[in-house]
Protein backbone atom coordinates (compact mmCIF):
# COMPACT_ATOMS: atom_id res chain seq x y z
CA UNK A 1 0.00 0.00 0.00
CA UNK A 2 1.46 3.08 -0.85
CA UNK A 3 1.82 5.96 1.87
CA UNK A 4 -0.22 9.14 2.50
CA UNK A 5 0.92 12.32 2.87
CA UNK A 6 -0.71 15.13 4.32
CA UNK A 7 0.23 18.84 4.78
CA UNK A 8 -1.54 20.13 7.98
CA UNK A 9 -4.46 23.14 7.55
CA UNK A 10 -3.42 24.80 10.81
CA UNK A 11 -2.30 24.77 14.22
CA UNK A 12 -4.55 24.39 17.62
CA UNK A 13 -3.55 26.72 20.40
CA UNK A 14 -4.74 25.57 23.57
CA UNK A 15 -4.06 26.13 27.16
CA UNK A 16 -2.40 22.62 27.43
CA UNK A 17 1.58 22.80 26.86
CA UNK A 18 1.89 19.53 28.19
CA UNK A 19 0.18 16.22 27.34
CA UNK A 20 0.28 15.31 31.60
CA UNK A 21 -2.53 16.36 33.46
CA UNK A 22 -4.95 16.87 30.37
CA UNK A 23 -8.61 15.51 29.85
CA UNK A 24 -8.45 12.50 28.07
CA UNK A 25 -11.91 13.60 26.03
CA UNK A 26 -13.55 16.96 24.46
CA UNK A 27 -16.44 16.16 26.45
CA UNK A 28 -14.34 15.75 30.10
CA UNK A 29 -12.86 19.28 28.51
CA UNK A 30 -15.96 21.49 28.88
CA UNK A 31 -15.06 25.31 28.57
CA UNK A 32 -11.55 25.09 28.13
CA UNK A 33 -10.90 27.48 24.98
CA UNK A 34 -8.52 27.39 22.25
CA UNK A 35 -8.20 28.45 18.87
CA UNK A 36 -7.70 27.27 15.13
CA UNK A 37 -5.07 29.58 13.57
CA UNK A 38 -5.72 28.61 9.54
CA UNK A 39 -2.91 28.46 7.01
CA UNK A 40 -3.78 32.02 5.39
CA UNK A 41 -4.06 30.05 1.95
CA UNK A 42 -7.30 27.99 3.07
CA UNK A 43 -8.99 31.01 4.56
CA UNK A 44 -11.60 30.43 2.06
CA UNK A 45 -12.68 27.24 3.16
CA UNK A 46 -14.13 28.33 6.49
CA UNK A 47 -16.98 30.28 4.39
CA UNK A 48 -20.95 29.68 6.14
CA UNK A 49 -18.51 27.31 9.03
CA UNK A 50 -20.24 30.10 11.65
CA UNK A 51 -23.52 28.41 11.23
CA UNK A 52 -22.15 25.43 13.27
CA UNK A 53 -22.31 25.02 16.91
CA UNK A 54 -19.72 22.23 16.87
CA UNK A 55 -16.88 20.99 15.06
CA UNK A 56 -15.12 17.54 14.22
CA UNK A 57 -11.41 18.05 14.44
CA UNK A 58 -8.83 15.70 12.99
CA UNK A 59 -5.24 15.99 14.42
CA UNK A 60 -2.00 14.21 14.04
CA UNK A 61 -0.92 13.37 17.84
CA UNK A 62 2.27 14.70 17.34
CA UNK A 63 3.75 13.60 20.73
CA UNK A 64 2.79 10.48 20.77
CA UNK A 65 5.99 8.43 20.54
CA UNK A 66 6.10 5.02 18.61
CA UNK A 67 3.14 2.30 17.96
CA UNK A 68 2.14 0.04 20.27
CA UNK A 69 -0.66 -2.98 18.96
CA UNK A 70 -1.57 -3.50 22.88
CA UNK A 71 -2.27 -0.40 25.48
CA UNK A 72 -3.75 -0.27 28.32
CA UNK A 73 -6.00 2.84 28.31
CA UNK A 74 -6.02 5.82 30.75
CA UNK A 75 -9.54 4.90 31.63
CA UNK A 76 -8.56 0.88 32.24
CA UNK A 77 -6.22 -1.54 33.96
CA UNK A 78 -6.06 -4.20 31.19
CA UNK A 79 -4.64 -3.97 28.10
CA UNK A 80 -6.54 -4.21 24.62
CA UNK A 81 -6.10 -3.68 20.76
CA UNK A 82 -4.74 -0.47 20.16
CA UNK A 83 -8.31 -0.41 17.75
CA UNK A 84 -10.42 -0.80 20.53
CA UNK A 85 -8.97 1.79 22.09
CA UNK A 86 -8.55 5.86 21.78
CA UNK A 87 -5.19 5.65 22.83
CA UNK A 88 -2.29 7.62 21.30
CA UNK A 89 0.06 5.10 20.11
CA UNK A 90 -1.81 4.06 16.80
CA UNK A 91 -0.09 3.13 13.66
CA UNK A 92 -0.96 6.12 12.28
CA UNK A 93 -1.30 8.49 15.42
CA UNK A 94 -4.43 10.62 14.11
CA UNK A 95 -6.90 12.30 17.00
CA UNK A 96 -10.52 13.11 16.48
CA UNK A 97 -12.33 15.52 18.67
CA UNK A 98 -15.56 17.15 18.30
CA UNK A 99 -15.17 20.54 19.98
CA UNK A 100 -17.79 23.66 20.45
CA UNK A 101 -17.41 26.52 17.65
CA UNK A 102 -17.74 30.06 19.77
CA UNK A 103 -16.33 32.36 17.04
CA UNK A 104 -14.61 33.48 13.27
CA UNK A 105 -12.39 35.71 13.32
CA UNK A 106 -10.14 36.94 10.50
CA UNK A 107 -8.30 33.39 9.59
CA UNK A 108 -9.02 32.36 13.15
CA UNK A 109 -11.63 30.11 14.50
CA UNK A 110 -12.19 30.12 18.19
CA UNK A 111 -13.42 26.88 19.94
CA UNK A 112 -14.17 25.34 23.45
CA UNK A 113 -14.28 21.82 24.82
CA UNK A 114 -10.23 21.50 23.58
CA UNK A 115 -8.16 18.20 24.92
CA UNK A 116 -6.28 18.77 22.71
CA UNK A 117 -2.25 19.97 23.09
CA UNK A 118 -0.75 23.43 21.83
CA UNK A 119 0.70 23.38 19.10
CA UNK A 120 -1.19 20.59 17.50
CA UNK A 121 -0.75 19.82 13.66
CA UNK A 122 -4.41 20.19 12.40
CA UNK A 123 -5.22 18.18 9.38
CA UNK A 124 -9.07 18.50 8.39
CA UNK A 125 -12.42 20.32 9.73
CA UNK A 126 -15.86 19.19 9.27
CA UNK A 127 -19.10 20.36 10.16
CA UNK A 128 -20.79 18.12 13.02
CA UNK A 129 -24.45 17.11 12.50
CA UNK A 130 -26.22 14.37 14.42
CA UNK A 131 -28.05 13.00 11.71
CA UNK A 132 -25.17 12.57 9.99
CA UNK A 133 -22.61 11.26 12.89
CA UNK A 134 -24.72 10.00 16.10
CA UNK A 135 -25.82 6.01 16.00
CA UNK A 136 -27.36 4.05 18.63
CA UNK A 137 -25.11 1.21 20.00
CA UNK A 138 -25.87 -2.21 20.99
CA UNK A 139 -22.16 -2.59 22.56
CA UNK A 140 -19.18 -0.21 23.67
CA UNK A 141 -16.93 -3.07 24.93
CA UNK A 142 -14.59 -2.70 27.85
CA UNK A 143 -15.72 1.37 28.18
CA UNK A 144 -19.56 0.09 29.58
CA UNK A 145 -19.29 0.91 33.35
CA UNK A 146 -15.93 2.93 32.67
CA UNK A 147 -16.81 6.02 30.32
CA UNK A 148 -18.90 7.44 33.06
CA UNK A 149 -15.16 8.50 34.75
CA UNK A 150 -14.09 10.12 31.43
CA UNK A 151 -14.98 13.48 33.57
CA UNK A 152 -12.28 12.78 36.75
CA UNK A 153 -9.46 10.60 34.40
CA UNK A 154 -6.25 12.60 33.30
CA UNK A 155 -3.78 11.86 31.22
CA UNK A 156 -0.13 10.87 32.19
CA UNK A 157 2.81 10.21 29.78
CA UNK A 158 2.78 7.01 29.43
CA UNK A 159 2.11 7.61 25.77
CA UNK A 160 5.06 9.75 25.25
CA UNK A 161 7.66 7.48 26.30
CA UNK A 162 9.18 5.55 23.14
CA UNK B 1 4.58 23.09 9.05
CA UNK B 2 5.85 19.80 8.36
CA UNK B 3 4.23 17.29 5.97
CA UNK B 4 2.87 14.52 7.37
CA UNK B 5 2.84 10.84 6.65
CA UNK B 6 0.56 8.01 7.29
CA UNK B 7 0.92 4.17 5.96
CA UNK B 8 -2.26 2.82 5.42
CA UNK B 9 -3.75 0.17 8.12
CA UNK B 10 -5.65 -1.89 5.50
CA UNK B 11 -8.02 -1.81 2.88
CA UNK B 12 -11.72 -1.61 2.95
CA UNK B 13 -13.57 -3.57 0.47
CA UNK B 14 -17.50 -2.48 -0.62
CA UNK B 15 -19.96 -3.24 -3.57
CA UNK B 16 -19.30 -0.09 -4.69
CA UNK B 17 -16.63 0.00 -7.08
CA UNK B 18 -18.14 3.18 -8.58
CA UNK B 19 -18.40 6.06 -6.88
CA UNK B 20 -21.10 7.57 -9.20
CA UNK B 21 -24.61 6.28 -7.27
CA UNK B 22 -22.88 5.65 -4.00
CA UNK B 23 -25.08 6.85 -0.84
CA UNK B 24 -23.27 9.75 0.71
CA UNK B 25 -23.50 9.41 4.52
CA UNK B 26 -23.13 6.07 6.15
CA UNK B 27 -26.41 6.71 7.61
CA UNK B 28 -27.88 5.76 4.26
CA UNK B 29 -26.01 2.71 3.50
CA UNK B 30 -27.72 0.84 6.03
CA UNK B 31 -27.22 -2.51 5.84
CA UNK B 32 -24.55 -2.06 3.11
CA UNK B 33 -21.97 -5.09 3.96
CA UNK B 34 -18.17 -4.59 3.23
CA UNK B 35 -14.83 -6.05 4.77
CA UNK B 36 -11.92 -4.81 6.44
CA UNK B 37 -8.55 -6.06 5.33
CA UNK B 38 -6.11 -5.52 8.36
CA UNK B 39 -2.44 -5.40 7.25
CA UNK B 40 -0.81 -8.50 8.89
CA UNK B 41 1.39 -6.90 10.94
CA UNK B 42 -1.25 -5.34 12.73
CA UNK B 43 -3.86 -8.05 13.84
CA UNK B 44 -2.57 -8.17 17.14
CA UNK B 45 -4.53 -4.37 17.29
CA UNK B 46 -7.87 -5.74 17.21
CA UNK B 47 -7.68 -7.68 20.55
CA UNK B 48 -11.12 -7.32 22.26
CA UNK B 49 -12.52 -4.53 19.64
CA UNK B 50 -15.65 -7.62 19.06
CA UNK B 51 -17.13 -6.21 22.03
CA UNK B 52 -18.25 -3.08 19.97
CA UNK B 53 -20.89 -2.31 18.08
CA UNK B 54 -19.99 0.50 16.17
CA UNK B 55 -16.34 1.72 14.94
CA UNK B 56 -15.25 5.00 13.55
CA UNK B 57 -13.42 4.52 10.43
CA UNK B 58 -11.25 7.25 9.53
CA UNK B 59 -9.74 6.64 5.66
CA UNK B 60 -8.13 8.24 2.74
CA UNK B 61 -10.38 9.77 0.06
CA UNK B 62 -8.04 8.15 -3.12
CA UNK B 63 -10.54 9.25 -5.65
CA UNK B 64 -10.79 12.40 -4.72
CA UNK B 65 -9.71 14.84 -7.44
CA UNK B 66 -8.19 17.93 -6.76
CA UNK B 67 -9.32 20.91 -4.18
CA UNK B 68 -11.64 23.43 -4.10
CA UNK B 69 -12.26 26.09 -1.26
CA UNK B 70 -15.70 26.68 -2.25
CA UNK B 71 -18.11 23.60 -3.07
CA UNK B 72 -21.54 23.25 -3.75
CA UNK B 73 -21.81 19.62 -1.89
CA UNK B 74 -24.44 16.89 -2.77
CA UNK B 75 -26.96 18.23 -0.83
CA UNK B 76 -27.55 21.55 -1.34
CA UNK B 77 -27.24 24.34 -4.50
CA UNK B 78 -25.42 26.43 -3.02
CA UNK B 79 -21.97 26.48 -2.27
CA UNK B 80 -19.89 26.54 0.73
CA UNK B 81 -16.75 26.61 2.23
CA UNK B 82 -15.09 23.16 2.08
CA UNK B 83 -15.28 23.03 5.82
CA UNK B 84 -18.44 23.47 6.02
CA UNK B 85 -19.35 20.64 3.86
CA UNK B 86 -18.59 16.86 3.88
CA UNK B 87 -17.30 16.53 0.51
CA UNK B 88 -14.29 15.29 -0.86
CA UNK B 89 -12.32 17.66 -2.27
CA UNK B 90 -10.59 18.59 1.09
CA UNK B 91 -6.86 20.15 1.14
CA UNK B 92 -6.47 16.95 2.81
CA UNK B 93 -9.00 14.45 1.59
CA UNK B 94 -9.53 12.27 4.75
CA UNK B 95 -13.16 10.64 5.55
CA UNK B 96 -14.80 9.61 8.47
CA UNK B 97 -17.52 6.66 8.87
CA UNK B 98 -19.25 4.97 11.76
CA UNK B 99 -20.23 1.79 10.54
CA UNK B 100 -21.87 -1.07 12.40
CA UNK B 101 -19.06 -4.13 12.96
CA UNK B 102 -20.53 -7.72 12.18
CA UNK B 103 -17.93 -9.91 12.66
CA UNK B 104 -14.29 -10.64 13.60
CA UNK B 105 -12.05 -13.28 11.55
CA UNK B 106 -8.78 -14.00 11.05
CA UNK B 107 -7.12 -10.43 10.26
CA UNK B 108 -10.36 -9.71 8.75
CA UNK B 109 -13.68 -7.41 9.98
CA UNK B 110 -16.67 -7.57 8.30
CA UNK B 111 -18.76 -4.17 8.80
CA UNK B 112 -22.31 -2.98 7.52
CA UNK B 113 -23.56 0.84 6.83
CA UNK B 114 -20.41 1.01 4.76
CA UNK B 115 -20.90 4.60 2.28
CA UNK B 116 -16.89 4.05 1.31
CA UNK B 117 -15.54 2.83 -2.12
CA UNK B 118 -14.25 -0.43 -2.32
CA UNK B 119 -10.27 -0.56 -2.41
CA UNK B 120 -10.23 2.43 -0.06
CA UNK B 121 -6.86 3.25 2.21
CA UNK B 122 -7.88 2.90 6.00
CA UNK B 123 -5.94 4.93 8.14
CA UNK B 124 -7.28 4.16 11.34
CA UNK B 125 -10.18 2.65 13.29
CA UNK B 126 -11.44 3.79 16.91
CA UNK B 127 -13.94 2.25 18.84
CA UNK B 128 -17.40 4.35 18.48
CA UNK B 129 -18.99 5.48 22.06
CA UNK B 130 -21.88 7.49 22.17
CA UNK B 131 -20.67 9.58 26.02
CA UNK B 132 -17.19 10.63 23.97
CA UNK B 133 -18.66 10.72 20.08
CA UNK B 134 -21.98 12.31 20.78
CA UNK B 135 -22.79 16.31 21.19
CA UNK B 136 -26.04 18.16 21.50
CA UNK B 137 -25.79 20.52 18.79
CA UNK B 138 -27.36 24.42 18.80
CA UNK B 139 -26.73 25.02 15.07
CA UNK B 140 -26.07 22.38 12.18
CA UNK B 141 -25.78 25.48 9.28
CA UNK B 142 -27.02 24.94 6.07
CA UNK B 143 -27.90 21.17 6.39
CA UNK B 144 -30.83 22.74 8.50
CA UNK B 145 -33.87 21.36 6.39
CA UNK B 146 -31.66 19.69 4.47
CA UNK B 147 -29.93 16.42 6.32
CA UNK B 148 -33.00 14.57 5.93
CA UNK B 149 -32.61 14.21 2.80
CA UNK B 150 -29.69 12.10 3.15
CA UNK B 151 -31.37 8.93 2.39
CA UNK B 152 -32.65 9.78 -0.58
CA UNK B 153 -29.45 11.60 -2.92
CA UNK B 154 -26.90 9.66 -4.22
CA UNK B 155 -23.10 10.32 -5.40
CA UNK B 156 -22.02 11.81 -8.68
CA UNK B 157 -18.92 12.11 -10.05
CA UNK B 158 -18.15 15.88 -9.34
CA UNK B 159 -15.66 15.24 -6.78
CA UNK B 160 -13.66 13.28 -9.33
CA UNK B 161 -13.07 15.98 -11.56
CA UNK B 162 -9.92 17.55 -11.45
Known sequence: MQPVTYQPI??????????????IQAVA??????????????????KDIEGFSHLTL???LHLSKGVELEVVPFMDLKAHGIFATRSPKRPN???????????????RLLIE??????????LDIKPYVPAIDDRQTDRI??????????QEIRADDRFQQP
Chains 1, 2 share one sequence.
Open 58 to 60: IYH
Open 113 to 122: DVDIVDGTPL
Open 10 to 23: GIIRSPYVDVVGMP
Open 93 to 107: PIGISVVRLTGVEEG
Open 141 to 150: GWFAGRVERV
Open 29 to 46: ARGVAGTIELAPSLAGGI
